[in-house]
C-alpha cells in the first residue's frame, strides 16, 4: 500500500504533498536537512528511504548498494538514488541561480547526468563563464570556422546524447568581462541524435551596443556540431531550437556543421552583432517564424545544403552591422525562401543573396555542390536594401552551361520597396533556368530588373510591375538566350534624369521574345531599345509592346533574323526587318484597314498559286499586289521600304498571268 507523506523544511513549512509507493510501513523512513547531510548516515540497507527537506535539493531518495561508489552531485550520492519523474533540475546539481554565482559547473553536471527522454529544467537566471578546457573542440579544418583559428570552447556541451530536452523558461546569461575575456557560445551540441532546446533566453550583455563598439563579448548562441572531419559520417540529426531568446550576442543560434533534420523555430533574437545561422553540411533544414529585432545577417546556407526552407520570418537589419546579405546561399540545393519579410539599411546590405559554388579555399570537398539550384524565392516583402534579390558574378570557374552558378530558380511574387542606388537593381539575374514573374517592384533608385555575368539562359522574366524605377525598369546588359521578356508593365521610369536610362534596355538577345510589355510615362526617348553588340539580335520577335509618348527603338547590329510586329510607336529599323501584320486568306483582303507592309500569305496554295498577298497602299482594304508564285523558276521575293527586291525571277516572260520576271533589273508583271 501506499501511503500519504508531507515534506517540509526546518522550520517546519510544507514542501509538497502526494504519494509515493515507495514509502510504505515496513521502510526505514530517515528525514535530513540537505544532500551533504546523505553522507554522514549510517550503512544502510537496499531499499532504504531517505527523505532531503533542502527545497532547492531536496527529495526522496532510495539506497541502491550496487551505486555506492557514485556520486554525480545531484543524482547519486554514494549509494543514495533520487526519485524523480523525467525531469532534471539544476538546482539538484548546486546551481543557485541568482544572476551572480557562476553555475557554469553545476549546469554542466546536471547535463552530464541526462538519459533517454529526459528534460532539464532552467527555471530562474543562471550566469555561465567560460568551459572548462575537456569541453574544447578543435577545429579540424579551420578554413571552414571564421570566428577563432583553433576551436570552440562553449560553457555548456551536450555531447553524445540522445531524446533530451532543455527548457523551463529560465536564463543564461554571461556578464562583461573586466579581463577582456570573451565567451565562444553559450552552448554546444555535439554529435547528438533528437535534442530539443526550448524556452530558454541566453543574454550575452545587460545593455545595448555601442556605434563603433568591436567587443563582441559572446560570440555565438547555440552550435550544432558533428564530427568536424568533414569526410566523416558522425553526425547531428534531429536537433530543435525553439522558442526561445537571443540577445546580445555576437552571433545567435549559428553554426550547424555536419547535421541533418534541423528545426530552428518561433526564436526571438534582438541586437545580434553576426549571423544568426551559419548553416554548413546540412540537409533538411527549417528557419521558420523567428523575429529578428537588428542583426548583420540572417542566415547564410553554405557549403553542401541540400533541402531547406527559409520562410515567414521578420528580420530587421541592424544599422551597427557592416554590409552584407541577410538571407545568402553559396552551394545549395532545394531551397524555398518564402514569405518572409525583411527590412534592410541602403547603405549596406543585400536583401537576398543567391550564388553559386562557395569558398573551399585550397581544399578539394567530396561532393560538394559547384552551382545553387532548385531554388523558389517568393512571396517576402523587401525593403530599404542596398540590393534586392541578388545573384552575383559567376566564378569563373566552370564550363558550358556551368559557368551559370544558379540553375532553376523562381523568383516569384515578391514585393521590393526603396531598394538599389545608381549601381545596384532592386533584382539582379544571372543562370539558366530563371523564372522572375509577378514580382513587384517600387520606389528603387537603380534598375528594377538587371542581369550579371554571363548573362541568362532559358529565362523568363515575366508580368512583373516596375513602378518609379531611379534608372532602367528592365536592363539586360549581358546576353540572354532562349529568354522570354512578356507581359511586364514598366511605370515612371527613369527618375534618376538619366540619358541613358530606357523603360525595357536589352543587349544581345538571342532566340528571345520580348512581348506585350507596356510602358508609359517614362521620363526618356526610347521607351524599349534592343540592342545588339558584336553578334546581333538573333532570332527575336518583338511582339505587341506598349509605350506611351516614346518609342520602340532597335540600333546597330540589327540581324535580318529580327522579327518586330503589332508594336507603338516603332522607330530605327534597318537591315530587313518586318514593320507588319500578319494574316491568312484564301485571297487578298477586300474588307478591314491595313497598313502598308502587312502581308497576307495564301493559306493553301497549289503549286503555281500565288505564295500570298503585300499591302503597298494603306487604306480599307488598301492596295495588295501578288507577294510571289509557288513554281520551280523563282524562291521569293522580300519587301523593305516599298521596293520589290529581285531574287532568282525568270529573265524572260514566263507567260504566266500575274507572274513577276526580270527584265535587265526591272521587275515586270507577265500578262499571259
Given at each position: 500500500m501506499s501511503s500519504q507523506i508531507k515534506l517540509t523544511n526546518a522550520n517546519g513549512k510544507i514542501l509538497s504533498i502526494g504519494h509515493h509507493d515507495l514509502l510504505t510501513e515496513d521502510k526505514n523512513v530517515m528525514y535530513v536537512d540537505n544532500v551533504d547531510d546523505l553522507a554522514?548516515?549510517?550503512?544502510?540497507?537496499?531499499?532504504?528511504?531517505?527523505?532531503?527537506t533542502d527545497k532547492d535539493r531536496g527529495g526522496i531518495f532510495i539506497y541502491d548498494s550496487d551505486k555506492a561508489t557514485e556520486n554525480d552531485g545531484g543524482i547519486v550520492f554514494n549509494g543514495w538514488v533520487r526519485q524523480y519523474d523525467k525531469i532534471i533540475k539544476v538546482e539538484w546539481f548546486g546551481a543557485v541561480g541568482d544572476g551572480i554565482t557562476d553555475d557554469t559547473n553545476d549546469i554542466q553536471k546536471a547535463i552530464d547526468s541526462l538519459k533517454d527522454y529526459q528534460t532539464l529544467a532552467l527555471n530562474s537566471t543562471y550566469k555561465v563563464y567560460n568551459g572548462d578546457m575537456d569541453k574544447y573542440i578543435m577545429y579540424s579544418n579551420e578554413t571552414f570556422f571564421p570566428w577563432n583559428s583553433n576551436g570552440i570552447l562553449p560553457a555548456l556541451l551536450i555531447k553524445n546524447?540522445?531524446?533530451?530536452?532543455?527548457?523551463?523558461?529560465?536564463?543564461?546569461?554571461?556578464?562583461?568581462q573586466t579581463d577582456g575575456t570573451y565567451l565562444n557560445a553559450?552552448?554546444?551540441?555535439?554529435?547528438?541524435?533528437?535534442?530539443?532546446?526550448?524556452?530558454?533566453?541566453?543574454?550575452?550583455?545587460?545593455?545595448?551596443?555601442?556605434?563603433?563598439?568591436?567587443?563582441?563579448?559572446?560570440?555565438m548562441g547555440i552550435c550544432i556540431l558533428g564530427d568536424l572531419d568533414y569526410t566523416s559520417s558522425n553526425r547531428c540529426n534531429s536537433i530543435s531550437i525553439n522558442s526561445c531568446k537571443f540577445e546580445y550576442i555576437h552571433s545567435g543560434y549559428t553554426f550547424t556543421y555536419m547535421a541533418d533534420n534541423v528545426s530552428i523555430t518561433n526564436n526571438k533574437v534582438k541586437g545580434l552583432r553576426g549571423i544568426f545561422a551559419d548553416v554548413m553540411f546540412v540537409n533538411n533544414l527549417m528557419l521558420t517564424n523567428n523575429i529578428i529585432d537588428g542583426i548583420y545577417e540572417f542566415c547564410d546556407l553554405d557549403k553542401y545544403v541540400h533541402r531547406a526552407i527559409v520562410s515567414d520570418n521578420?528580420?530587421?537589419?541592424?544599422?551597427?552591422?557592416?554590409?552584407?546579405?541577410?538571407?545568402?546561399?553559396?552551394?545549395?540545393?532545394?531551397?524555398?525562401?518564402?514569405?518572409?519579410?525583411?527590412?534592410?539599411?541602403?547603405?549596406?546590405?543585400?536583401?537576398?543573396?543567391?550564388?553559386?559554388?562557395?569558398?573551399?579555399?585550397?581544399?578539394?570537398?567530396?561532393?560538394?555542390?559547384?552551382?545553387?539550384?532548385?531554388?523558389?524565392?517568393?512571396?517576402?516583402?523587401?525593403?530599404?536594401?542596398?540590393?534586392?534579390?541578388?545573384?552575383?558574378?559567376?566564378?569563373?570557374?566552370?564550363?558550358?552551361?556551368?559557368?551559370?552558378?544558379?540553375?532553376?530558380?523562381?523568383?516569384?511574387?515578391?514585393?521590393?520597396?526603396?531598394?538599389?542606388?545608381?549601381?545596384?537593381?532592386?533584382?539582379?539575374?544571372?543562370?539558366?533556368?530563371?523564372?522572375?514573374?509577378?514580382?513587384?517592384?517600387?520606389?528603387?533608385?537603380?534598375?528594377?530588373?538587371?542581369?550579371?555575368?554571363?548573362?541568362?539562359?532559358?529565362?523568363?522574366?515575366?508580368?512583373?510591375?516596375?513602378?518609379?524605377?531611379?534608372?532602367?525598369?528592365?536592363?539586360?546588359?549581358?546576353?540572354?538566350?532562349?529568354?522570354?521578356?512578356?507581359?511586364?508593365?514598366?511605370?515612371?521610369?527613369?527618375?534618376?534624369?538619366?540619358?541613358?536610362?530606357?523603360?525595357?534596355?536589352?543587349?544581345?538577345?538571342?532566340?528571345?521574345?520580348?512581348?506585350?510589355?507596356?510602358?508609359?510615362?517614362?521620363?526618356?526617348?526610347?521607351?524599349?531599345?534592343?540592342?545588339?553588340?558584336?553578334?546581333?539580335?538573333?532570332?527575336?520577335?518583338?511582339?505587341?509592346?506598349?509605350?506611351?509618348?516614346?518609342?520602340?527603338?532597335?540600333?546597330?547590329?540589327?540581324?535580318?533574323?529580327a522579327i518586330c510586329l503589332n508594336n507603338s510607336q516603332l522607330d530605327g529599323f534597318s537591315g530587313s526587318q518586318l514593320s507588319a501584320n500578319i494574316y491568312w486568306g484564301d485571297s487578298e483582303p477586300t474588307a478591314g484597314t491595313y497598313n502598308k507592309g502587312d502581308i497576307c500569305f495564301n493559306s493553301s496554295p497549289d503549286s503555281n498559286d500565288v505564295l500570298g498577298w503585300v499591302c503597298v497602299s494603306e487604306g480599307t482594304p488598301g492596295t495588295w499586289e501578288n507577294l510571289a508564285y509557288n513554281n520551280e523558276h523563282f524562291s521569293r521575293l522580300i519587301t523593305t521600304g516599298g521596293e520589290v527586291v529581285l531574287q532568282s525571277l525568270p529573265t524572260s516572260d514566263p507567260g504566266v498571268d500575274g507572274q513577276l520576271w526580270n527584265d535587265n533589273g526591272t521587275v515586270k508583271v507577265s500578262n499571259g
Open positions: 554522514n548516515l549510517p550503512v544502510s540497507n537496499d531499499n532504504d528511504v531517505v527523505v532531503v546524447k540522445s531524446n533530451i530536452t532543455i527548457s523551463g523558461g529560465g536564463k543564461l546569461v554571461f556578464d562583461d553559450f552552448i554546444a551540441i555535439q554529435e547528438c541524435n533528437n535534442v530539443t532546446i526550448e524556452n530558454i533566453s541566453l543574454n550575452g550583455r545587460d545593455n545595448e551596443w555601442v556605434s563603433g563598439e568591436s567587443s563582441q563579448i559572446v560570440d521578420t528580420i530587421t537589419h541592424s544599422e551597427l552591422s557592416g554590409g552584407d546579405a541577410i538571407i545568402e546561399l553559396n552551394g545549395t540545393r532545394d531551397i524555398s525562401i518564402t514569405n518572409n519579410v525583411i527590412y534592410g539599411i541602403d547603405v549596406s546590405s543585400t536583401g537576398i543573396l543567391l550564388a553559386g559554388k562557395p569558398e573551399f579555399g585550397d581544399q578539394t570537398v567530396p561532393n560538394a555542390y559547384t552551382q545553387s539550384k532548385d531554388i523558389v524565392v517568393e512571396g517576402n516583402i523587401i525593403h530599404n536594401c542596398m540590393r534586392g534579390i541578388y545573384i552575383p558574378n559567376y566564378n569563373g570557374e566552370l564550363e558550358d552551361d556551368y559557368k551559370y552558378d544558379i540553375e532553376n530558380c523562381i523568383i516569384n511574387n515578391n514585393i521590393i520597396e526603396g531598394c538599389g542606388d545608381l549601381e545596384y537593381s532592386a533584382i539582379r539575374l544571372a543562370g539558366i533556368d530563371i523564372r522572375c514573374s509577378n514580382n513587384i517592384i517600387r520606389m528603387n533608385k537603380g534598375n528594377g530588373i538587371d542581369s550579371n555575368s554571363p548573362g541568362l539562359k532559358n529565362c523568363s522574366i515575366v508580368d512583373n510591375l516596375i513602378v518609379s524605377s531611379g534608372n532602367n525598369g528592365i536592363y539586360l546588359s549581358h546576353s540572354s538566350i532562349y529568354s522570354k521578356i512578356s507581359g511586364n508593365t514598366i511605370k515612371y521610369s527613369n527618375k534618376n534624369d538619366n540619358d541613358t536610362a530606357y523603360g525595357l534596355f536589352i543587349h544581345d538577345p538571342k532566340n528571345a521574345l520580348i512581348l506585350n510589355n507596356s510602358v508609359y510615362e517614362s521620363n526618356v526617348t526610347n521607351s524599349i531599345r534592343v540592342q545588339g553588340y558584336t553578334d546581333g539580335v538573333d532570332y527575336g520577335i518583338i511582339k505587341n509592346n506598349y509605350c506611351v509618348g516614346s518609342t520602340v527603338k532597335l540600333t546597330d547590329k540589327i540581324v535580318q533574323q
